[in-house]
C-alpha cells in the first residue's frame, strides 16, 4: 500500500508545524483539567487551620463549601460569552490567571469574608474550564471525542486527588511539622499549576495569531437553537444535576455515614479516599468506552446499577461490606465523566458543544446544590432514612434522563466523534 503524500499546495513544514500545535493544545487542556477541582479540594484537608487561622464560624464554613457547586453554575453560563468575546483560547488563559490570583489571594486573607471573595475567584477557571474544554476538544480533536474526554477527565480527578492528598503534606513541611503553622503555604502553592496552565493557553494563542494567515477558516452555519427549547438538552442538564447531586453528597457524606455506622474516623477517610482514588481509571475507560456505542443505554443502566447496589448495600450491611459499596459506588460515579462525553457526541459544531456544556453544566449545578444541603438537613431530623430516599429519587431521575440521552444517534453525526482525528487548526 503505498505512503500518503504531501498535498503540493502545502508548505514543507506543515505536518510538523501541525503537530507541534497539536501537542501544545493536548498540554494545555491537560494542565487545565487538572486544576479544575484544585481550589475545591485542597480546602477540606486544612479547612480546620483555615478557620482558627481566620476567625471563620461553622456557618461560614459551610458555605465555604457550599460556594463551588453556585459558583461553577454561574460562572458556567457566561463561559460561551467570554469566549465569543475573547476567544476560546484567551478567555481561558484569562480565567485560570483569576484562579491562580484567586487561590493567592485566599491563602492571604485574615477575614472569613475574604476568604469567601477570594474563592469565588478561585473558582473562575474551574467554571469557565468546565464548559470550555468540552467545546475546544470538539473544534480540534472532533473525530477523537470520546479518547480526549477520557484524557481530560481523567487528569481533572488525578488533579483533584492529588489536592485533597498533598495539602495537608505541604502545609506541615511549610510549618515544620504543623499544619496551623503552614496552612496557607498547602493553600496557595496549588496557583503554581493554575500559572503554568495559564501560560501555555497563552502559547496557544501566540502560535495561533502567528499562523492565523494559513489557518483554516471555521466552518459557518446557523446560530444553534438553544439547548433550552430542546428536550434532549433539557435531558441532559437533568441528567448532569442527578449525577453531580449524588457525587457532591458521596463527597460530603459518606465518610459522615461511615462513622455514624462505627467505623473509626481514619477508617472513614481511607474509604472516602478510596471511592475517590477509583474516578481516576473510571474516567480513563468510560468516554471511550461511550464514543464506540452508537447507544450509550446500556452504560447509562450499569453506572446506575452500581450506584443502587452500593446505596442498598449501605442499608444492609454498612460495615460488613463497607469496601464493596465504596467500590460500587465509585464505579457508579462514572456518571459524571459519561456526561461529560455526552456533550461532545450530542452536539454537531463547536459552537453548538459550547452552548450544550454551558447550559448543561450551569443548570445542572444549580438543580444539584441543595442535594448536599437537604441531605445534612434531613440527616439531624431523623437519621439517614431521609438521605436514602433523597438518593434514591435522584437515581430514578438520572436513569430516566440518561437512558433519553443515550437513545442512537444518527450514524453521520456517532462516526464524526468517534472516526479518526483530525488536524488541529493552529
Excluded at 493536548?26 to 475545591?40: D, E, G, K, Q
Excluded at 470538539?138 to 487528569?155: E, I, M, Q, S
Excluded at 444539584?368 to 430514578?396: E, K, S
Amino acid at each position: 500500500m503505498p505512503l500518503p503524500t504531501r498535498p503540493a499546495s502545502l508548505p514543507a513544514d506543515a505536518v510538523p508545524r501541525a503537530a507541534a500545535g497539536g501537542a501544545l493544545l493536548l498540554a494545555a487542556v491537560v494542565l487545565t483539567a487538572v486544576n479544575l477541582r484544585t481550589a475545591v479540594t485542597s480546602v477540606g484537608p486544612v479547612l480546620e487551620e483555615l478557620r482558627a487561622g481566620v476567625g471563620m464560624s461553622g456557618a461560614v464554613a459551610g458555605l465555604l463549601t457550599s460556594i463551588p457547586v453556585l459558583c461553577f453554575a454561574a460562572v458556567g453560563s457566561l463561559a460561551p460569552a467570554a469566549a465569543r468575546r475573547l476567544g476560546p483560547h484567551a478567555a481561558l488563559a484569562v480565567a485560570l490567571a483569576l484562579m491562580a490570583a484567586g487561590v493567592v489571594l485566599r491563602a492571604l486573607s485574615t477575614a472569613p469574608l475574604a476568604v469567601l471573595a477570594c474563592t469565588m475567584l478561585a473558582l473562575v477557571g474551574g467554571g469557565v474550564g468546565n464548559v470550555l474544554l468540552p467545546m475546544l476538544v470538539k473544534l480540534h480533536f472532533p473525530g477523537r471525542v470520546g479518547l480526549l474526554t477520557a484524557v481530560y477527565t481523567t487528569a481533572l480527578a488525578v488533579g483533584a486527588t492529588t489536592a485533597a492528598a498533598c495539602t495537608v503534606p505541604i502545609a506541615e513541611l511549610a510549618g515544620d511539622g504543623d499544619a496551623s503553622e503552614g496552612w496557607r503555604v498547602g493553600l496557595g502553592v496549588w496557583a503554581v499549576p493554575a500559572v503554568a496552565a495559564a501560560a501555555v493557553w497563552a502559547g496557544v494563542v501566540l502560535r495561533r495569531r502567528s499562523t492565523e494567515a494559513t489557518a483554516p477558516a471555521p466552518a459557518g452555519g446557523s446560530r444553534p437553537l438553544h439547548p433550552s427549547r430542546t428536550t434532549a438538552g433539557r435531558a441532559l442538564a437533568v441528567y448532569f444535576g442527578s449525577q453531580a447531586l449524588l457525587a457532591y453528597v458521596t463527597m460530603g457524606w459518606l465518610a459522615q455515614f461511615f462513622r455514624d455506622a462505627g467505623a473509626s474516623a481514619p477508617t472513614a477517610g481511607y474509604l472516602l479516599a478510596f471511592t475517590s482514588a477509583l474516578s481516576v481509571p473510571v474516567s480513563m475507560v468510560v468516554p471511550s468506552l461511550a464514543a464506540r456505542m452508537p447507544s450509550q443505554r446500556g452504560l447509562v443502566v450499569a453506572l446506575a446499577l452500581a450506584y443502587l447496589l452500593g446505596y442498598v448495600g449501605l442499608i444492609v450491611a454498612p460495615l460488613g461490606g463497607a469496601w464493596l459499596w465504596a467500590l460500587l459506588i465509585g464505579l457508579g460515579a462514572g456518571s459524571f465523566p459519561l456526561a461529560l462525553t455526552f456533550i461532545g457526541l450530542r452536539s454537531a459544531s463547536p459552537a453548538e458543544t459550547a452552548s450544550l456544556s454551558a447550559f448543561a453544566q450551569s443548570t445542572g449545578y444549580l438543580l444539584a446544590a441543595p442535594g448536599p444541603l437537604l441531605i445534612g438537613w434531613l440527616h439531624g431530623t431523623g437519621g439517614w432514612t431521609g438521605p436514602f430516599v433523597v438518593l434514591f429519587v435522584a437515581l430514578a431521575v438520572q436513569v430516566v434522563a440518561g437512558v433519553y440521552v443515550a437513545r442512537p444517534v444518527r450514524a453521520s453525526s456517532h462516526s464524526s466523534s468517534a472516526g479518526p482525528s483530525s488536524p488541529s487548526p493552529l
